[in-house]
């Protein structure tokens, strides 16, 4: 189906994407980041697009991309220097037997700098999620009316603390992944001197105690 496509898939309808679950694992020492995001998809593709759901991706490594837990093809059409695309886009095959609601889950890993994640010194991650810098973070619907909910599963150092634009609802200390819900306001710590504005999808900081000492 992916190979079948000519030119980039028409972008789903608002309202078609319900959730995102954001799995990441990110490595200060390394400055590499390991993620799986998995949508919950309201609206399959039409087959005048070979049955192909877009993302947009911007310098992402993608791994494999599954539907339902299914393994299935895709391949990034990289941008266009003559036309008004921002990002490049991931084409995901969505099978002709599947039906909405269904899930789609991209394994992919970042280790290089990029619009949306900002390494300080060597102890401090910061990421953005606006608009044009959120596909260099993970895949995103390519139009800007799409609103879902997220929740966010973050493991790191044992010495790191986690914030995102969310509040926090669990912490496991082997592996400590911290946990988000749905968003929310999250009031941080005046000493940090930062702020998140309101934004559809996650946002980030990592800090090393150890290194930042």
């Not at 299935?72 to 921002?86: A, G, H, N, R, Y």
């Amino acid at each position: 189906m992916v190979r079948a496509l000519m030119g980039l898939p028409t972008p789903l309808p608002e309202g078609s994407f319900q959730h995102l679950h954001w799995k990441v694992s990110v490595d200060v020492a390394t400055r590499r980041l390991h993620a799986t995001a998995t949508y919950t998809v309201l609206q399959t593709p039409s087959s005048t697009d070979e049955g192909c759901l877009a993302l947009a991706v911007e310098g992402l490594s993608i791994e494999s991309v599954a539907v339902n837990d299914d393994a299935t093809e895709f391949k990034v059409i990289e941008m266009s220097p003559t036309s008004d695309q921002l990002h490049s886009t991931l084409a995901i095959a969505v099978p002709k037997q599947v039906v909405a609601p269904y899930s789609v889950a991209v394994t992919y890993h970042l280790a290089k700098p990029s619009l949306a994640c900002h390494w300080l010194d060597s102890s401090w991650l910061i990421t953005q999620s606006y608009p044009s810098y959120a596909p260099s973070l993970l895949p995103v619907p390519p139009q800007l009316c799409m609103k879902f909910t997220y929740t966010a599963q973050v493991t790191t150092s044992a010495l790191a603390t986690v914030l995102m634009s969310a509040s926090l609802t669990g912490i496991r200390t082997t592996g400590l992944p911290w946990v988000w819900p749905p968003l929310h306001v999250l009031v941080v710590p005046t000493a940090l001197t930062l702020s998140f504005r309101s934004m559809a999808t996650p946002s980030l900081v990592v800090v090393d105690e150890a290194a930042a000492q």
